[in-house]
Nanobody, 122 residues
Framework: QVQLVESGGGLAQAGGSLRLSCAAS????????MAWFRQVPGKEREFVGY????????FYADSAKGRFTIFRASAESTVYLQINSLKPEDTAVYYC???????????????WGQGTQVTVSS
């Protein structure tokens, strides 16, 4: 079973930047879509964006446009999420997901990372 492992979360100050990474445990794993979601306690998992295999750019949720950038490594089994101009409301657990359907729906993704906490202080 392929596992997704996220890293790069932690405590950051408002206005700063963070880069989250997500790597698949198998280098031959090449899902069509790799996505990022985030979740705060008591709320539904929120779509951030996805990057389709072979695509030139990512697709973002409206709330993520401008400050969030998703890109995939050439190996296709690694995806990154760059967050700039951090805001306290970005505080959440960020999850990486992979699947064969590039959608905004968390239930369309078959593989999930364990999540990485991002906390932004004001």
């Amino acid at each position: 079973q392929v596992q997704l492992v996220e890293s790069g979360g932690g405590l950051a100050q408002a206005g700063g930047s963070l880069r989250l990474s997500c790597a698949a445990s198998s280098r031959t794993f090449s899902p069509y879509a790799m996505a990022w979601f985030r979740q705060v306690p008591g709320k539904e998992r929120e779509f951030v964006g996805y990057f389709g295999r072979g695509a030139g750019s990512a697709f973002y949720a409206d709330s993520a446009k401008g400050r969030f950038t998703i890109f995939r490594a050439s190996a296709e089994s690694t995806v990154y999420l760059q967050i700039n101009s951090l805001k306290p409301e970005d505080t959440a657990v960020y999850y990486c997901a992979a699947g064969n359907l590039p959608t905004q729906n968390w239930f369309d993704y078959n593989y999930w990372g364990q999540g990485t906490q991002v906390t932004v202080s004001s």
